[in-house]
């Protein structure tokens, strides 16, 4: 399995940037993917998930309203599509899919997923 994220850069505050994922080997058809984020020196944060069905949708609070999570028809590819963007976004940001098949829940924990990404880095200037 892989999941390799594009879409990253930078941008200055109220920009906008959409990030994709891409996975093989075990596409998103019946397992949940997810967005996280990890800046210097903090721990790895959710940032947005989708289910396997893609009609359960959950963001943290701290990006509802500006960023939408979906996926493609083929259901190999995740979208991040980032808006209105803040300094406080900068972060390396990793896609993520979920270890249990077809889960009905969305985990907002790392631990819930087994295959990451290699990370895209997200600057937002002020």
């Known amino acids: 399995v892989q999941l390799v994220e594009s879409g990253g850069g930078l941008v200055q505050a109220g920009g906008s940037l959409r990030l994709a994922c891409a996975a093989s080997?075990?596409?998103?058809?019946?397992?949940?993917g997810a967005w996280f984020r990890q800046a210097p020196g903090k721990e790895r944060e959710f940032v947005a998930a989708?289910?396997?069905?893609?009609?359960?949708?959950k963001y943290a609070d701290s990006v509802k309203g500006r960023f939408t999570i979906s996926r493609d028809s083929a259901k190999t590819t995740v979208y991040l599509q980032m808006n209105s963007l803040k300094p406080e976004d900068t972060a390396v940001y990793y896609c993520?899919?979920?270890?249990?098949?077809?889960?009905?829940?969305?985990?907002?924990?790392?631990?819930?997923?087994?295959?990451w990404g290699q990370g895209t880095q997200v600057t937002v200037s002020s």
């Open positions: 993520a899919q979920d270890q249990v098949r077809v889960r009905v829940v969305l985990v907002t924990t790392p631990r819930g997923y087994d295959y």
């Open positions: 080997g075990r596409t998103f058809s019946v397992y949940n």
């Open positions: 989708i289910n396997w069905s893609g009609d359960i949708i």
